[in-house]
């Protein structure tokens, strides 16, 4: 299981911290990714970052402002988001796979948080 938190109402150019907690021991063999859905928009693909942390990957709308990372002591995923602009107001949610494919495509996703809102403010 996954339960995200950290979401909250912040001013453009503000900055927020997501987490993501997870249940289980094989959390580490997981990749874990952040994915986000505006009203009236398709979930879209954030940031993702393999078991070892050695490999992250991110959206070109996000990339130099967000940073995604992991505690597999902790079983906890993080993204920390910088420079917010109004245009990052979702809903974001932490998800996971075993296999490590295709990682921004949803539908390889098996597992997923209930999410948590983030809005910014112009």
């Known amino acids: 299981q996954l339960q995200a938190s950290g979401g909250g109402l912040v001013q453009g150019g503000g900055s927020l911290r997501l987490s993501c907690a997870a249940s289980?021991?094989?959390?580490?063999?997981?990749?874990v990714a952040w994915f986000r859905q505006a009203p009236g928009k398709e979930r879209e693909f954030v940031a993702s970052i393999g078991w070892s942390s050695s490999s992250t990957n991110y959206a070109d709308s996000v990339k130099g402002r967000f940073t995604i990372s992991r505690d597999n002591t902790k079983n906890m995923l993080y993204l920390q988001m910088n420079s917010l602009i109004p245009g990052d107001t979702a809903l974001y949610s932490c998800?996971?796979?075993?296999?490590?494919?295709?990682?921004?495509?949803?539908?390889?996703?098996?597992?997923w948080g209930q999410g948590t809102q983030v809005t910014v403010s112009s």
């Open positions: 289980g021991r094989a959390f580490k063999a997981y990749t």
């Open positions: 998800a996971a796979q075993l296999l490590g494919v295709d990682f921004r495509n949803p539908v390889r996703y098996g597992y």
